[in-house]
């Protein structure tokens, strides 16, 4: 009768801890599991935000499954429904294709799973959070240091009769970002096309973000237009330096205004050389921390706050329904004259990297 009564009592607390094992969501470690999806660690960014975000979430005490999908959209679904497998409560993920990683997530969220789409969107009402920068503006800036070194507004070499010639490259046309960013530089450019001082010759998206690819992409315009191109409005820093690897080829390198953004290093070594015109400054410092809050938040069953409702059909200008939450941080534009300021002495990039090949005497002090 009593060792009955014992049996019962040792199964009945074998079953409890069991559960509660199961409501933390690691059987092994004990601890709440995160997923990280990247799309690819070929962008410098990516592969720092990994490691941000990993250190960050194992401080407060998650353990941390991180995946890389070198690119391939059903690499990157297959990921995160192993990483959902695997027991994961909450995933951060960086879609290489914001309609196609939809179909995985939302998998992930019907398991309960609370998703945040970092810097890309997802194309889902499912997702509990999308948080980036402002990417519209990112655009703008591109276009406005573009401009700016034409002598637009006020040039007197660009006129009707002459108007620049500018070929407008894109990003990578399965991210959503790429949009957005088209979107902020036709903003500043449509009133010079309207006006007839500036017109676009070739328009093209390069897929992935691909630098090689830029690169072939540039080199093809180049011949198609006999070289004759005045400015190049480019998406971002990779593909900005593979396009001016082509324009280098053809002796234009640096007579060419061109943008980009992330200010990585090489492309803040380009700009302090005079070959790239402006990147933009996006603080992957302030945007890791934040997506960390955001889950720690979201994993403890609170509201985020300050966030905004947008409809996926005004962030995609596509016919899709719903709504999300999202957060877009601020950025800088970047150009030779405040380089230092912001890049090196943030400490963003390293000194060396930026003043690589500049010699001694034309470099500002170590800070
Ligand atoms: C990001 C950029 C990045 C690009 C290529 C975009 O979604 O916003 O910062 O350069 O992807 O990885």
Partial sequence: MKSNRMIIAVFSLMVI????????????SGKTKVGLSF????????????VLMRKLLEEKGYEVISQEANHDVKLQNDQIDNMVAQGV???IVIAEDGAAAATAVDKAAAAGVKVLAYDRLIKTKNIAAYLSFDNVEVGRQEALGVMTALGLPGSTTWTKDNPAKIFMSGGSPTDNNAVLVRQGQMEVIQPYIDE???????????PNWDEAEA????????????????????SNDGTALGELEALGGQGLAGKVPISGQDATAASCNS???????????KDIR????????????LLKGQTISGLQEYSLKVLTGEDLEGNIQALFLPVQQVTKDNVYELIVKSGFQPYEDVYRDIPEDQRPPKP
Wanted: aromatic residues 4%; proline residues 1%.
């Fill in 271 to 281: 700009i302090v050389k005079g070959e790239q015109t402006v990147t933009v400054y």
């Fill in 286 to 297: 302030l945007l890791s921390p934040k997506a960390v809050e955001m889950m720690d938040t």
């Fill in 39 to 50: 799309s690819d660690f070929a962008v410098e960014r990516w592969k720092n935000e990994e």
């Fill in 17 to 28: 801890g069991s559960m509660l094992l199961a409501a933390c969501g690691a059987a092994g």
């Fill in 89 to 91: 409560k909450g995933l």
């Fill in 215 to 234: 690169q072939k992409i540039m080199e093809n315009v180049l011949t198609a237009q006999q070289n004759k191109i005045d400015a190049v409005i480019a």
């Fill in 196 to 206: 007839g001082v500036i017109t676009i010759v070739a328009d093209q998206w390069v």
